[in-house]
């Protein structure tokens, strides 16, 4: 009976911890997206060969001749 004494109040103050973390993830937009990641990862980025430059510039802008 005494341990209760010193249990309840510890576990009231970490459900309180718990809480505030929990709605301090909410508010920095930790569960926003949770699909895009996923997304990105099956997504191929890779170029294939000749086509990283479109009329004498490449991705960036540059024009090659620096």
């Known amino acids: 009976m ?3 004494f010193l ?3 510890i576990s009231l103050i970490l459900v309180f911890i718990i809480g505030v973390l929990f709605w301090w993830s909410l508010r920095t937009g930790q569960y926003d997206d949770l699909e895009g990641p996923a997304y990105r990862i099956l997504l ?3 170029d294939e060969p000749g ?14 001749q620096e």
Do not use: C, F, T, V
């Open 2 to 4: 005494e341990s209760l």
């Open 7 to 9: 249990l309840i109040p």
């Open 44 to 46: 191929d980025d890779r």
């Open 51 to 64: 086509l990283e430059k479109e009329n004498g510039k490449d991705k960036m802008g540059r024009s090659g």
